[in-house]
């Protein structure tokens, strides 16, 4: 192995290091207590070695929400793997729900806090790009416009994590919300191809 690479394997390292104490520390104790020298300190790295891999915190909270997408990804696909119409779309919006509750940490770094991380760009990650096509997938058989519905199921499952979290609304009827989602779903792929 040449130097060059055994250099980009330590960094990488590093990297993965800095990332999962950040996801660490934001599962026990919340995000308000990971900072670049609490980091420093839990990792045994000095703050400049932390931003000669990262901007600032900021950029850590996005390199943690990229594991996280890529996680949701796996959860999506595996949700939706083996069933089909309403049910592959009602698995797959259980699934999500499922990811935002047990991970609030992570959940709140990737779509929370303050990130340069952008979708429906250009330049959109392809790890972004993976969670979003998962959920057009399940989307894609009932309509035509695939990106407008599935921006509006995404919509629909995030507040329905965000006020189930903060005790807005009750867990108990999470499968009528659900299902009144997918019957939307469903029928506004039937009014389409009746207009068509």
């Excluded at 990488?12 to 609490?38: L, P």
């Excluded at 790295?45 to 915190?57: G, T, W």
């Excluded at 990804?73 to 119409?85: N, Q």
């Amino acid at each position: 192995m040449g130097t060059a690479e055994r250099k980009g394997r330590d960094r990488a390292a590093r990297e993965h290091r800095i990332v999962a104490a950040a996801r660490a520390i934001a599962e026990r104790e919340g995000w308000d207590a990971v900072t670049v020298r609490r980091l420093a300190d839990e990792i045994e790295y000095s703050q400049p070695v932390l931003y000669s891999h990262f901007k600032n915190r900021d950029a850590i909270v996005a390199a943690v929400a990229v594991e996280g997408f890529k996680e949701l990804t796996v959860a999506l696909r595996e949700a939706a793997s083996g069933s089909t119409g309403r049910n592959a779309l009602k698995n797959v919006a259980l699934a999500y729900l499922a990811f935002a509750l047990d991970r609030p940490a992570l959940y709140d770094a990737m779509f929370v806090l303050p990130t340069d991380l952008r979708f429906a760009e250009a330049g959109t990650r392809p790890e972004l790009r993976a969670a979003f096509e998962a959920l057009a997938a399940v989307v894609a058989p009932f309509c035509v416009e695939v990106a407008d519905v599935t921006e509006t199921f995404w919509a629909a499952l995030h507040g329905f994590a965000a006020l189930e979290r903060s005790g807005r609304i009750r867990p108990s009827a999470r499968n009528e919300r659900i299902a009144l989602v997918v019957r939307a779903i469903v029928a506004s792929g039937n009014s389409s191809r009746a207009r068509g």
